[in-house]
């Protein structure tokens, strides 16, 4: 996901395994992450991908001063994503704390540990589905799909499980 600010930049999907480096888009006061040699492409970040920063993260406080964190490991997720006109990407910390993306220092260096998976569910049915008894169910009655986020593994710094929900099928 790429903050509402910078829509009109060009842009793609993050990688696992590459290093980020928190900048400011040229025309634009949003900072957010570019990969090393790809200066003024934004790159966008799923809900739940774990980045490994260098050294503890900095960020902006107020006009003039940085506050310096006392982690390297954060998930990028967004905050009150229905306040419309504001910035609403954000990473988190392990103390459950967050700072918006675009309040970070320019320059820091984040590698990508990993995505958040996304599964597909297959054309099989379970006995539960038979009976339309799940939201997957109710989506292929629908003529609709469903995509199911993986639970990532607690021992990873992940979160815990997701419940299908209507609003994951579309």
């Known amino acids: ?19 980020l480096v928190t900048t400011t888009f040229p025309r634009t006061s949003t900072r ?22 260098e050294q503890d993260v900095k960020y902006d406080q107020g006009w003039i001063w ?7 490991v954060a998930k990028f997720g967004v905050v009150e994503p ?32 990993q995505l958040p998976v996304v599964h597909q569910i297959s054309g099989r049915t379970t006995r539960a589905e038979e009976h339309g008894s799940t939201p997957a169910a109710a989506a292929s009655a629908a003529g609709r799909s469903c995509e199911v986020p993986a639970m990532p593994s607690d021992e990873a710094g992940g979160v815990g499980g997701h419940f299908l929900q209507a609003g994951d099928c579309r």
């Open 82 to 113: 229905n306040v419309p006109h504001r910035h609403h990407d954000a990473i988190e910390f392990p103390d459950g704390s967050n700072v918006l993306v675009t309040l970070l220092v320019e320059g820091q260096r984040a590698t990508v540990l």
């Open 32 to 53: 957010g992450f570019a990969a090393e040699g790809e200066p003024g492409v934004a790159v966008c970040l799923l809900p739940g991908t774990e980045l490994a920063f």
């Open 1 to 19: 996901m790429c903050d509402y600010s910078l829509h009109a930049m060009a842009s793609r999907p993050a990688k696992v395994g590459e290093t």
């Open 66 to 72: 940085t506050r310096k964190t006392s982690f390297r």
